[in-house]
C-alpha cells in the first residue's frame, strides 16, 4: 500500500510539472504569435513610410523648380519696370 502512495505522489508531481511545461509551452506560443503580428505590422509600416519618402522627394524637386521659375519671372517683371540693369541670377543649388 506504501508503494502505492509513493507512486501516487510521484505521478502528481510528475502531473505538476507537465501542467507547468504546458503553460510555458501556451505562453511562448502566445508571445510568437504576437511577434509575428508585430513584425507584419512593422513591415508595412516601412513599406508606407517608404512610398511617402519618395512621394515627399519628388514633391520637393517639384517645389524646387517651381521656385526657381517663380524667381526668374520676378527679375524678369523687375527688369521690365526698373530703367537699371539686374545682377546675374545666382541661385545655390542644393546637393
Same mark, same amino acid.
Given at each position: 500500500?506504501?508503494?502505492? #502512495?509513493?507512486?501516487?505522489?510521484?505521478? *502528481?508531481?510528475?502531473? &505538476? !510539472?507537465?501542467?507547468?511545461? =504546458?503553460?510555458?509551452?501556451?505562453?511562448?506560443?502566445?508571445?510568437?504569435?504576437?511577434?509575428?503580428?508585430?513584425?507584419?505590422?512593422?513591415?508595412?509600416?516601412?513599406? #508606407?513610410?517608404?512610398?511617402?519618402?519618395? *512621394?515627399?522627394?519628388? &514633391? !520637393?524637386?517639384?517645389?524646387? =523648380?517651381?521656385?526657381?521659375?517663380?524667381?526668374?519671372?520676378?527679375?524678369?517683371?523687375?527688369?521690365?519696370?526698373?530703367?537699371?540693369?539686374?545682377?546675374?541670377?545666382?541661385?545655390?543649388?542644393?546637393?
Amino acid at each position: 500500500m506504501e508503494t502505492l #502512495r509513493q507512486k501516487q505522489a510521484k505521478l *502528481a508531481d510528475v502531473e &505538476e !510539472q507537465i501542467a507547468k511545461l =504546458q503553460k510555458t509551452y501556451d505562453d511562448s506560443v502566445s508571445e510568437k504569435s504576437r511577434l509575428e503580428k508585430s513584425i507584419a505590422q512593422t513591415g508595412a509600416r516601412l513599406k #508606407r513610410a517608404s512610398k511617402l519618402t519618395t *512621394a515627399l522627394g519628388d &514633391e !520637393q524637386v517639384r517645389w524646387d =523648380q517651381n521656385v526657381k521659375v517663380s524667381i526668374l519671372s520676378q527679375r524678369g517683371a523687375v527688369a521690365v519696370v526698373s530703367d537699371r540693369p539686374l545682377e546675374p541670377l545666382r541661385m545655390r543649388e542644393r546637393l
